[in-house]
Nanobody, 125 residues
Framework: VQLQASGGGAVQPGGSLRLSCAAS????????VGWFRQASGKDREFVAA????????WYADSVKDRFTISRDNAKNMVYLQSNSLKAEDTAVYYC???????????????????WGQGTLVTVSS
């Protein structure tokens, strides 16, 4: 069971990136998925989450209206479209999967069962 995040890179403020989370070894459609990020010297923080069906999504206030989480269960993929990027979005971004319902605990790292390695997003002029 593996998750792999990709799509990070260096962009200027105001730019966009689409991060991808790919699963191997299991069917991602059975899992809720969250994106978290960790900036240098800071704790890991919740960014966005999506239910197994894609019917519900949640966002941190800091990224609401700029980031969009989505999934394509046919491709076993989850995406994070990140627009209007700011310097404070600079961090390593991780995807994580939780079997079953996310419910109200979607922002807590400890409820997730599997984590991928991170992908670095650097926003700088």
């Amino acid at each position: 069971v593996q998750l792999q995040a990709s799509g990070g890179g260096a962009v200027q403020p105001g730019g966009s990136l689409r991060l991808s989370c790919a699963a191997s070894g299991y069917i991602l459609s059975n899992y809720g998925v969250g994106w978290f990020r960790q900036a240098s010297g800071k704790d890991r923080e919740f960014v966005a989450a999506i239910t197994w069906s894609g019917g519900r999504t949640w966002y941190a206030d800091s990224v609401k209206d700029r980031f969009t989480i989505s999934r394509d269960n046919a491709k076993n993929m989850v995406y994070l479209q990140s627009n209007s990027l700011k310097a404070e979005d600079t961090a390593v971004y991780y995807c994580a999967a939780k079997a079953g319902a996310l419910a109200g605990r979607y922002s807590l790292p400890e409820v997730y069962d599997y984590w991928g390695q991170g992908t670095l997003v650097t926003v700088s002029s």
